[in-house]
């Protein structure tokens, strides 16, 4: 690891934020799916955080595992594994290795990508950050990992301690498949001989304070520290791209498609304002979307809040207005006293039903208008998320320009389209 790898991430940092601060219509971010094990490097160069590659733990005997087994809490090695496809979990276990190594711990942090199950099992303390991909699927990159750790001649992890933080979108997902990687990686490192230190945390896409506090927790817990570990989330490097979109203008739109086709393909070409976004071959790209103002109207109207111009402009930009999960039909119904929203609240398989063939948040709430407040109705909303798209241009043969192809998908749902 040179310098000039460092030089070149915290000037990256700088650009992400500074192009951030424009005034263009679409907000864009780039997320490095590609590079994630290089980037995983130079971030733990910057931290100080041992990373595969950048130092190995070294191989020891059973008479030194049982002599580091006893030794006080701060020198047995904490391992912190990540499976992660655009950085959430990644982020994740960056910021909690800093904040360990804070404390003092011999930490490690690992992607799944980088290491064996059989290197993992040889640590004392395990913290495993797992997103779930696909339908219920592990992050392709951690596909190799995952099924080691699965077949029948996993290596033992007996002796090991460990958590397992789980990362998911109800969005994405029926019940079965929310958070399963994680679920599934919890269960198996039981079967193995581990032994669970804490409950597992099923984060949505809201995760970030939800798995601030049970990392603080778990870290507070490792480090027998005496008062609450908090971790700073954002604050590292890696989360320049998330945490700060850049913006673009749509310079060109067509459809490939001849005339008489009944599909749709468009070629999207992005112009990010004043900024080479350093993309690589393989990298996504991820939009933020901005909802359609019919749709807003329309919840506005049930909600009886046509007035507030403030919330409108809000919806159109910050919040997932369509998507529809258990959580939202039992906060909605208990805004309104309509029997038959109770009674698919209170039960999961009448929810998966009432789910199935995508009914949308409005569907719920026209079936039983109710006036809410502003409070209310936002508390209803889950905070928009970026859509990812591979990106189809090179950077050499077209540079400051990103293109897209994008198949349009359109269906009748429950009346809508
Ligand atoms: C195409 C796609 C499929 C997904 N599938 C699931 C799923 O089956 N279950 C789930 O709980 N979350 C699913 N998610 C949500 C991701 O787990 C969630 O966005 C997570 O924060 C991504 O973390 P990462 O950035 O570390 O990869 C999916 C997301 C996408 C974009």
Not at 79 to 89: C, D, K, P
Not at 304 to 316: I, T
Request: proline content about 5%; aromatic content about 6%.
């Amino acid at each position: 690891m040179t310098w000039a790898h460092i030089e070149n991430v915290e000037s990256l940092a700088t650009s992400l934020r500074s192009a951030a601060s424009s005034d263009f219509g679409i907000f864009l971010l780039l997320c490095f799916a590609a590079a994630l094990g290089l980037a995983a490097v130079i971030i733990g160069a910057i931290l100080g955080i041992a990373i595969p590659g950048a130092r190995r733990v070294a191989a020891r005997t059973d008479p030194a595992r049982q002599a580091v087994a006893k030794a006080p809490p701060t020198d047995r090695p904490l391992l912190i594994l990540y499976a992660s496809e655009t950085g959430n979990s990644r982020e994740l276990a960056v910021a909690a290795g800093a904040a360990a190594q804070r404390l003092g711990l011999k930490v490690r942090v690992a992607d799944m990508a980088a290491i064996t199950v059989k290197e993992a099992a040889k640590t004392l303390d395990l913290m495993v950050i797992a997103s779930t991909w696909g339908e219920g699927e592990p992050p392709p990159r951690a596909v190799d990992f995952y099924r080691s750790l699965m077949a029948s001649d996993a290596p033992r992890f007996d002796g090991v301690r460990y958590a397992v933080l789980a990362l998911g979108d109800r969005a994405y997902a029926n019940f079965e498949n929310f958070c399963r990687l994680g679920r599934t990686i919890d269960i198996r490192l039981a079967e193995l001989g581990g032994t669970r230190m804490a409950e597992r945390s099923e984060c949505d896409a809201d995760y970030e304070s939800q798995a601030g506090e049970w990392i603080g927790a778990q870290l507070t817990r490792l480090g027998s520290s005496e008062t609450p570990v908090l971790v700073d989330m954002g604050t590292e490097p890696a989360s320049a791209g998330r945490t700060h979109p850049f913006d673009a203008v749509v310079a060109e739109k067509s459809n490939l498609n001849g005339a008489g086709s009944t599909t749709s393909t468009y070629h999207l070409s992005l112009s990010p304002s004043d900024f080479d976004v350093p993309y690589e071959p393989g990298d996504s790209i991820g939009l933020f979307p901005e909802n359609d103002s019919g749709l807003i109207a329309e919840i506005l109207s049930v909600a009886g809040l046509s007035s507030n111009v403030a919330l409108r402009d809000s919806m159109r930009t910050h919040y997932d207005i369509t998507s529809l999960t258990l959580s939202q039909i039992k906060a909605y119904a208990a805004f309104t006293s309509d029997p038959a929203i109770a009674k698919i609240a209170a039960s999961e398989a009448l929810a998966a039903e009432y789910l199935e063939g995508g009914r949308q948040l409005i569907d719920l709430m026209a079936a039983a208008p109710v006036r809410l407040s502003a409070e209310q109705l936002t508390s209803l909303f889950r905070r928009l998320q970026p859509r990812l798209y591979s990106i189809a241009s090179s950077r050499k043969a077209t540079p400051g320009q990103i293109d897209l192809l994008v198949a349009a998908i359109a269906y009748d749902a429950f009346g809508r389209l």
